[in-house]
Nanobody, 121 residues
Framework: QVQLVESGGGLVQAGGSLRLSCTASGRAASAYPMAWFRQAPGKEREFVAA????????YVADSVKGRFTISRDNARNTVYLQMNSLKPEDSAVYYC??????????????WGKGTLVTVSS
């Protein structure tokens, strides 16, 4: 079992930056590709970004490309989401996720409880 705990959410003005962290614990926590999803009120949970086990390969959704960067530090069992040039439409609960097919919700094996990001205009 893997436990995921997110941190770093908060309130920020449009154009600002935040860095989310997700610390993993448990058996083989660093053995999975990791991802971030987000869910705004009344909307479906959507994929944001994913990173490979090694951290060499990363993929981000078109809606955040050029603004968000995902990375991981396996020595610390931590995954990061650096969010720049934030927009009000980025406001959502952000979830950390782990699994072997982590770019889709159905492929996620482990979810964190989420951290709230609110971007004011």
């Amino acid at each position: 079992q893997v436990q995921l705990v997110e941190s770093g959410g908060g309130l920020v003005q449009a154009g600002g930056s935040l860095r989310l962290s997700c610390t993993a614990s448990g058996r083989a926590a660093s053995a999975y590709p990791m991802a971030w999803f987000r869910q705004a009120p009344g909307k479906e949970r959507e994929f944001v970004a994913a990173v490979s086990v090694s951290g060499v390969s990363a993929y981000v959704a078109d809606s955040v490309k050029g603004r968000f960067t995902i990375s991981r530090d396996n020595a610390r069992n931590t995954v990061y989401l650096q969010m720049n040039s934030l927009k009000p439409e980025d406001s959502a609960v952000y979830y950390c996720a782990g699994g072997m097919r982590v770019t889709t919700k159905d492929g996620v094996d482990y979810w964190g409880k989420g951290t709230l990001v609110t971007v004011s205009s």
